[in-house]
């Protein structure tokens, strides 16, 4: 089990532009970003599984999730396939994630349905961390989230956006429909 420690920032959502100053000096614009990202980017597709269904599917992979999680996600990633377990939380979470051979997935992907969000990431260095860019498909929506190794490592970051880390509303499990 791993602890998943990110920052998220919302950079657009329905043509209101939040990108900050550091962010814009990396990209002129929040339109030239999206182009990048939309160009050079990962195509992901992730759904939502009922807990039940989560439960037997990790029990069925042998996983052992030593907490309490309240998200059990597929992800569809440029082909590459995944079964993610997350606890609760905003900066700091609980987070149990395996690879998945495509049969798996197909098998589940079904039982998401209603669930569902497609992206495209763009991963990129950003003050010695991974900065991952999502530009959503199905919705006019960009936000960028860094994974740091601490919450002090979080708390040095440079601001990208709108901060909503804590926004449940942000977390893609409530974005999935």
Do not use: C
């Not at 759904?47 to 998200?71: I, Q, R, T, V, W």
């Not at 991963?123 to 498909?137: A, R, S």
Request: proline share 2%; hydrophobic share 35%.
């Amino acid at each position: 089990m791993g602890k998943e420690i990110e920052k998220k920032y919302l950079i657009r959502e329905n043509g209101i532009e939040h990108a900050s100053e550091a962010l814009l000096q990396m990209y002129n614009s929040v339109e030239a970003l999206k182009k990048d990202v939309l160009q050079n980017g990962k195509s992901i597709r992730q759904g939502y599984l009922p807990l039940y269904a989560g439960l037997k599917l990790s029990d069925k992979l042998g996983m052992n999730a030593d907490f309490d999680f309240n998200e059990a996600r597929l992800r569809d990633k440029a082909g590459k396939f995944y079964f993610t377990l997350k606890g609760s939380g905003g900066l700091s979470r609980n987070e149990l994630e395996t690879k998945i051979e495509q049969e798996v997935f197909d098998e589940y992907w079904p039982m998401t349905k209603g669930n569902r969000v497609e992206k495209v990431r763009l991963n990129m260095p950003f003050e010695g961390h991974t900065l991952e860019i999502d530009v959503y498909t199905d919705r006019d929506l960009i936000i960028a989230e860094v994974e740091v190794p601490t919450t002090d490592a979080a708390k040095k970051l440079s601001s990208l956006g709108k901060d909503v880390t804590t926004n449940k509303t942000y977390k893609n499990k409530n974005l999935a429909k």
